[in-house]
């Protein structure tokens, strides 16, 4: 029987993420061929066959291209492929209802965390809402190894030759700062856009500085058919000042799809909104409104254009007969009004026609919604019956309630959490919350935010389930930067921004509990993890590398300060197996099992593990199965601890290759 693998131990392998998606559309152009590397045989393309399938639609090498570039692109599109020896570790102590929650908060950097995350939630987030750092012209926070350095970027460019000479004048020095930027967030957005289910939403946030650049690369990596709106917030009423002369009140929320079927879904009206429908009749409620003025579309559509001929004292209304006229694309009119009638038609702002809301077969067939009525002025003219729509209000392309949308809104809040200022600008939660509502989420969404920041998406995303029940997740991921040594973060005690984030979390947990006692089950709890070195020791090396003392790493290769809950977890990432499933654990023959999700993982750490260890991992009918080299004392034990799980489990032996794994 052919032993079972081993986990890969590294994040995902971002080339292979994209041969899987190929295959799946495209079999036909792969072929088999040994991998130099492990001699085993693996699928490849063959380019020739993907040609013919793809057709003219192919270039090797356009002189003249439409496509947005900067010095720095290749290396974070190669950077996105590469896989890491990380892990994320499990931070308990900072954790509120471990045991129980489905939330998770992630210290470190963004990229590498979309990196381990990947194989987990590949295909499984709804939204992601991120509000990446604007800007500034200074060095980036996210300073990855594909930024350059101002020479680098001169001599890419074509500024400098490799003897510092300067080959162009009249430079922008900031160029360099526009292309670290974008490579920074191209990276990230690549590695984000495969975690989106069929149907997800991205929102992005971002102000002047970089939205050209960044609609760019957001056309380039969602597709621009996908481009479902671009929002204007008006977070700051009171404007920012700018030497250029304009004070600067606002910013973006760029809207995409995972595909081209993605719609954005609508708000929930306010009170206002619904008062407006008084009337009722046996359908429900509805307001009178003027079908000239209100009804009509700009759209070219003639089965949509023809007169209404209104009583002048508004006794009654009909529609003439027509004649359609294929050649002009319009109706006829074969009848004149009567001499106490007048001619209506839709027009727009500026009193120009256009065509009525509904086509001829509807308006004949639903004379029972209009009736004749005058307008303001005294204008004979028909008024439709307007309908609440259950579903609420398409979302307006400017957000501008100042309650609600601005940035002040968003740091009051935080000053009445926290009793200080500890964040500048801090985004509004009712922004974020409706975000969220437009992103068409259902009550079981992922939602993830890898520009954590104060944390406001977790604190909205377990506002919105109070709200309506919902019993959504949050993944919030945050780089550990530190606070200023000056501000008044830091002299609290909050050494970095994660502090903050997750006290946020604490406290608004807390009291929307408190404001909403019926919600029981509302999960306001998180599970704290950090990113980190591998838990194994290299031992990639040659035998004359090797010195006596370091022969044990053969037996042993995990590192002396990881624990079993960082193994279990490092091979959750590395199956592919959610952060936020219920695990539990227990002691058979003194040797501790660890169940995720009643059987989706079932894990043994321990040294020398009998058969009655291994008849209780069985017995849970697992689905995954792992195993640690010292469990073993010989390679005989491990066959025979294999052969056990065939015979109790009915497995294969093709079964116990793809169901354990050993570390």
Not at 12 to 40: H, R, V, W
Not at 75 to 100: M, Q
Not at 178 to 198: A, F
Request: charged letters at 30%; proline letters at 3%; one cysteine or more.
């Amino acid at each position: 029987m052919e032993r079972p693998e081993r986990l890969s131990l590294q994040s995902a392998d971002g080339a292979q993420l994209n041969l899987d998606a190929l295959y799946q559309i495209a079999p036909s152009c792969f072929t088999e061929a040994t991998d130099p590397k492990t001699g085993k045989i693996k699928r490849v393309v063959n380019f020739d066959v993907l040609r013919q399938l793809l057709g003219d639609d192919t270039v090797e090498d356009a002189t003249e291209a439409y496509e947005f570039n900067w010095v720095g692109k290749q290396e974070a599109r190669a950077e996105v492929l590469r896989p890491i020896n990380k892990t994320l570790r499990p931070v308990k102590e900072d954790s509120v209802n471990w045991d129980n929650t489905q939330n998770l908060y992630i210290e470190g950097d963004n990229l590498e965390v979309l990196k381990l995350l990947q194989k987990s939630y590949l295909g499984k987030v709804k939204m992601i809402y991120i509000d990446p750092p604007y800007n500034t012209g200074k060095n980036l926070i996210y300073k990855n190894d594909f930024s350059v350095s101002e020479k680098e970027f001169l001599l890419k460019s074509g500024v400098i030759d490799e003897y510092n000479n300067r080959l162009v004048t009249n430079t922008q020095a900031n160029g360099r700062f526009h292309s670290d930027w974008c490579s920074m967030i191209y990276s990230r957005l690549l590695v984000c856009r495969s975690m989106l289910t069929k149907g997800g939403i991205i929102c992005l946030t971002i102000d002047d500085s970089e939205i050209e650049n960044v609609t760019a690369i957001m056309n380039e990596v969602f597709g621009e058919v996908n481009h479902l709106a671009t929002i204007v917030v008006k977070n700051n009423p009171s404007g920012r000042s700018t030497t250029k002369g304009a004070s600067i009140s606002h910013e973006y929320a760029l809207f995409y799809g995972a595909d081209e079927d993605t719609t954005l879904g609508r708000l929930p009206r306010n009170d206002a909104q619904i008062a407006r429908y008084k009337e009722k009749d046996e359908i429900g409620a509805f307001e009178w409104v003027n079908f000239r003025k209100h009804g009509g579309y700009k759209e070219d559509a003639p089965s949509m254009y023809y007169p209404i001929y209104v009583k002048k004292d508004c006794s009654s209304f009909r529609i003439p007969k027509l004649e359609w006229n294929d050649v002009q694309k319009d109706y006829k009119v074969l009848e004149l009004p009567e001499s106490d009638e007048i001619i209506t038609l839709p027009i727009d702002e500026q009193g120009r026609p256009r065509r009525w809301k509904w086509g001829l077969d509807r308006a004949l067939s639903s004379k029972s919604e209009m009736m004749a009525k005058k307008d303001r002025s005294g204008e004979p003219t028909v008024y439709i019956k307007a309908r609440m729509n259950d579903e609420g209000m398409l979302p307006l392309t400017v957000w501008d309630d100042k309650q609600y949308s601005s940035t002040e809104y968003g740091a009051n809040l935080l000053k009445k959490m926290f009793n200080a200022s500890y964040f500048d600008y801090p985004k509004s939660l009712y922004a974020v919350i409706d975000s969220l509502k437009i992103g068409n989420l259902d009550k079981e969404s992922i939602v993830l935010d890898f520009f954590s920041g104060s944390a406001t998406t977790a604190h909205a995303t377990m506002q919105l389930n109070a709200e309506d029940g919902g019993n959504r997740k949050y993944i919030c991921v945050q780089i550990p930067e530190k606070t200023d040594s000056d501000s008044e973060a830091f002299k609290a005690g909050y050494k970095n921004i994660c502090e903050i984030g997750k006290e946020r979390i604490r406290r608004a947990g807390k009291k929307i509990k408190e404001e909403h006692p019926e919600a029981k089950d509302l999960d306001t709890g998180f599970r704290v993890f950090r990113v980190d070195e591998s838990n194994f020791e290299d031992v990639e090396r040659t035998p004359k590398e090797y010195n006596q003392g370091e022969l044990d790493l053969f037996l042993n290769n995990v590192k002396s300060d990881r624990n079993d809950l960082d193994l279990l977890f490092g091979c959750m990432l590395d199956w592919g197996v959610k952060l936020s499933l219920p695990m539990s654990s227990e002691k058979v023959d003194g040797k501790m099992i660890y169940t995720v999700n009643d059987g989706d993982l079932v894990a043994c750490f321990a040294d020398k593990v009998t058969d009655k260890v291994v008849k209780a991992m069985a017995d849970k009918q697992p689905l995954r199965v792992i195993f640690r080299d010292s469990c073993f004392e010989q390679d005989a034990d491990k066959i025979n601890i294999y052969e056990t799980f065939k015979q109790l489990l009915d497995w294969s032996d093709e079964n116990v290759k793809n169901n354990i794994r050993v570390i």
